[in-house]
């Protein structure tokens, strides 16, 4: 077998603790968060905070920080794709009671 070289950058274990220790936090938060009723929020902030938990495993962890150009785009255009069918199914979603008879 033959190896290949790292290319890409490689973090410092500073770095790696640091968001280590911010996804621990965010978890923290996130349990907090649910046994405080925020109403219609409730959704809203789980969804914020595990977006940016997300992002911080993407980043730095997937290593997409440190990777070229065309990577970032196609992360990009990824969520971008994302967001668009978020939108479809919760504009199909909210306007179902809009019609009182089903079929009319």
């Given at each position: 077998?033959?190896?290949?070289?790292?290319?890409?950058?490689?973090?410092?274990?500073?770095?790696?603790?640091?968001?280590?220790?911010?996804?621990?936090c965010?978890?923290?938060?996130?349990?907090?968060?649910s046994?405080?009723?925020?109403?219609?929020?409730?959704?809203?902030?789980?969804?914020?905070?595990?977006?940016?938990?997300?992002?911080?495993?993407?980043?730095?962890?997937?290593?997409?920080?440190?990777?070229?150009?065309?990577?970032?785009?196609?992360?990009?255009?990824?969520?971008?794709?994302?967001?668009?069918?978020?939108?479809?199914?919760l504009?199909?979603?909210?306007?179902?009671?809009?019609?009182?008879y089903?079929?009319?």
């Amino acid at each position: 077998m033959r190896s290949e070289p790292i290319t890409g950058e490689v973090l410092s274990r500073k770095t790696d603790a640091t968001v280590f220790i911010a996804l621990l936090c965010l978890t923290a938060i996130t349990a907090l968060v649910s046994f405080v009723d925020l109403g219609r929020f409730n959704t809203f902030a789980a969804l914020a905070i595990a977006g940016i938990k997300a992002t911080l495993v993407a980043m730095f962890f997937m290593g997409v920080i440190h990777s070229p150009r065309l990577t970032r785009v196609i992360v990009a255009a990824s969520l971008l794709w994302l967001a668009i069918m978020l939108m479809l199914t919760l504009g199909d979603y909210l306007t179902r009671g809009w019609v009182p008879y089903p079929g009319k």
